[in-house]
């Protein structure tokens, strides 16, 4: 077991809904805090919170084996044993991307992260709306694609055990059975924080995040930090280093327009009808049904 003083976060989400953007603040803060040396953020050097949790090579190193060898169901019981004593895990590399399921259908009912000395998780959520048409872009797929892609119970990121990439398969599944699974389960604390309060509340909303993740709390340094990141400036670093690093090919730019909303606009009524009937708990249970006369 890690001790107290190295323990680490996961920042965990559905692909596309504000993942970065809490790694850019967490990042900004510290560097407001004195904890960094860089005069100014660069997207494409500075954004060192931690490795992705699916990180081949790391797991590779922490499970002794080649993970290309191995299929899902061989792999991903495996996962949650990993990382108990990587300097992954030090101090400065503490806060832990996932796109992950909290489980997957091969882990025999094990979680796909380690939970070793982990202090919590932040479970970063967005309409599955604007999801959807952020997804578009960002994968270059059609609208009709990214909706099925939401309710797909088998929905995954790298999902052919034929391609050893540099992350492993992460499976998702459908968009409420990700959230559930990562809200729902007790074997982590969990912050819940929906990108909407990100972008309409962000001084109370980055506030909550720091406080929980241990980090500088001072309100006048959370605030320069949402300043410093937001989507305008963040478009301008972007442009600043030539390309954010982690833009797919084929993807315009990473940091697009941060709006909520756009997927009331963009995706048409019987898709829109589709995710409120198919997810209408999970959506009404966070505050994403719609409005009285809105379709």
Known sequence: MLEQNHGYWYLASYPKSGNTW???????????????????????????????????????????????????????????????????????????????????????????????????????????????????????????????????????????????GHQVRQHMGRWDQHVCSWVDQRQLPVLIIRYEDMLCNGSTTFAKLADFLCLPVEQVLVDQAIANTSIDKLKQLEEKVGGFAEKPEGCNRFFRSGRSGEGAEQLSIPQRQQLAAEMADVIKRFGYERVEGDV
Not at 31 to 53: F, K, W
Not at 66 to 79: G, I, K, M, T, V
Not at 134 to 143: E, I, K
Request: aromatic residues 10%; contains cysteine.
């Open 22 to 164: 809490c790694r850019v603040f967490i990042t900004e803060l510290l560097r407001l805090a004195g904890e960094g040396y860089a005069e100014e953020l660069n997207l494409n050097n500075d954004i060192e919170t931690g490795a992705i949790a699916s990180s081949r090579l790391w797991l590779d190193d922490q499970l002794g084996l080649n993970s290309c060898d191995l299929s899902f169901s061989e792999l991903d019981p495996l996962r949650g044993s990993a990382g108990q004593t990587a300097w992954l895990f030090a101090e400065g590399e503490r806060f832990h991307k996932v796109h992950d399921a909290f489980k997957s259908p091969d882990s025999r009912n094990r979680p796909v992260v380690s939970t070793a000395g982990c202090l919590g998780a932040v479970y970063i959520m967005r309409h599955p709306e604007d999801v959807a048409v952020s997804l578009s872009h960002f994968f270059s797929w059609p609208l009709e694609r990214c909706v099925q892609f939401l309710l797909d119970p088998t929905a995954a990121l790298v999902p052919s055990e034929r391609v050893g």
